[in-house]
């Protein structure tokens, strides 16, 4: 397994590969790799010949106020973590590779990206579209992995797939959770043994809702009120979003029905803002 940080190199190894008639799967990734993303390096080792890993901490889709200094980062560590995988590659370039000097192109969204984590980070998903579509074009991949703990991201992606014609299959992933129930996230590490605790609030509100769902309730507004009583029971629990909404529409929905989607965000003792979800069809 390789580490290279320049578009050159990645697109030279990706040209290679193709005049060997090899497929290409992309996992893209901001790194501090967990089991989470294993799961998704193994998807794509299984269905595909040869794997980039890229590991780029996105200054475009954090805000103002949010954590892109101090996220947490570990090369070394991602790189074990790929090889033992399987990866063929790590595209590891710095910030000014992917975004030179007067650099003043984007790619955005409107629909899907105005609910959910959109409302409290207005920037994030312009970052990530445009992330995403350089990143397909650079490594021209035959599929790419997302995981479904960003359930909003995977839908957003998929619609700009479909929206710009790419030729890319996006595979979505299952969450991959602690042995307590806590869903696997690099943002863990910021939490104190005491807000590590208190995080598995969200983990039982999912649990609740889905077990909800599955014995029969369709009214949204009793689920949300019922996870919301449960996560506000939390001294360290700030709640972002309740939310129960059409999974292609990312619009909240009054009864449960056909594709959906629960998802929350909850701000734990201050230290780390922690999504979770669960989808269904109903």
């Not at 998929?158 to 602690?178: A, T």
Request: proline fraction near 4%; charge should be negative; charged fraction near 30%.
């Amino acid at each position: 397994m390789e580490i290279v940080s320049t578009i050159k190199e990645v697109r030279d190894r990706v040209k290679a590969w193709r005049k060997e008639g090899l497929t290409v799967g992309l996992v893209p990734t901001m790194g501090y790799l967990h089991e989470g993303h294993k799961s998704l390096i193994d998807k794509a080792v299984s269905q595909n010949d040869r794997v980039v890993v890229s590991v780029f901490v996105n200054p475009m889709q954090f805000g103002p106020t949010e954590d892109l200094a101090s996220y947490p980062r570990d090369l070394d560590a991602d790189a074990k973590l790929c090889e033992a995988a399987g990866a063929s590659l790590i595209f590891h370039p710095e910030p000014e590779e992917m975004y030179d000097e007067g650099f003043c192109s984007f790619v955005d969204m409107t629909g899907l990206t105005e609910a959910l984590c959109g409302l409290s980070r207005p920037v994030h998903f312009r970052g990530v579209c445009t992330v995403v579509n350089k990143l397909f074009n650079i490594v021209t991949p035959d599929r790419a992995y997302f995981g479904e703990k960003d359930a909003q991201q995977l839908a957003v992606v998929k619609r700009m797939v479909k929206d710009l014609n790419m030729d890319i299959e996006i595979v979505g992933c299952p969450i991959i959770r602690e042995a307590d129930g806590l869903a696997k996230s690099s943002r863990n590490t910021y939490l104190s043994p005491k807000s590590r605790e208190a995080a598995l609030v969200l983990s039982r509100s999912i649990f609740m809702a889905k077990k909800m769902v599955e014995d029969g309730e369709r009214d949204a507004a009793k689920v949300k009120k019922a996870m919301r009583d449960l996560i506000e029971a939390e001294p360290l629990a700030t709640i972002d979003y309740v939310e129960i909404v059409d999974v292609n529409t990312m619009k909240s929905i009054d009864t449960i029905k056909g594709e959906i989607l629960c998802a929350i965000a909850v701000n734990i003792g201050g230290e780390a803002r922690l999504i979770d979800n669960f989808m269904a069809t109903i």
